[in-house]
């Protein structure tokens, strides 16, 4: 209601004072306005600025992660790698426990004597840390 005062006022157009205070009022409204525009604009600049870095951060983490991925990706292809010549060193041992078996089974049908041949699980060796001795010359009858 007072808005519409002024505007219906006669005098208030042509009052130096009405014009010098709303003169003031719009440089102050703009001196603020162009303020907060800047404000806006430094938090804005900042805001890019937290997010470069936090790019940065996360580029470095991917690459450490990927660099031990890496890592652990290779000492699996090498432990699989160490894997498969055991399992055909256990295959070719067991098979060679198995000819000697035969071997001791062939020497006890021909000697007549009882030979105690042990049965052999290689899976299942009570201490498979504890190397096997053999010699050349226990086979000498």
């Excluded at 505007?7 to 003031?24: C, G, H, K, L």
């Excluded at 940065?56 to 498969?84: F, G």
């Excluded at 000697?111 to 042990?118: E, F, K, V």
């Amino acid at each position: 209601m007072g808005s519409l005062q002024r505007q219906t006022s006669p005098d208030s157009d042509n009052d130096p004072r009405y014009a010098a205070v709303t003169d003031e009022r719009k440089r102050k409204r703009m001196i603020s306005n162009r303020e907060s525009a800047r404000r806006s604009r430094m938090r804005k600049q900042k805001q890019l600025g937290d997010l470069i870095n936090e790019v940065t951060v996360l580029k470095n983490d991917n690459a450490k992660i990927t660099e031990q991925v890496d890592v652990a990706t290779r000492k699996y292809v090498e432990m699989e790698s160490r894997n498969d010549v055991l399992r055909a060193q256990a295959s070719e041992l067991t098979e060679r426990l198995r000819s000697l078996n035969s071997v001791l089974e062939m020497v006890e049908e021909i000697s007549g004597q009882a030979l105690d041949i042990p049965e052999i699980n290689p899976w299942q060796v009570s201490c498979p840390m504890q190397p096997i001795s053999a010699s050349a010359d226990m086979f000498d009858c």
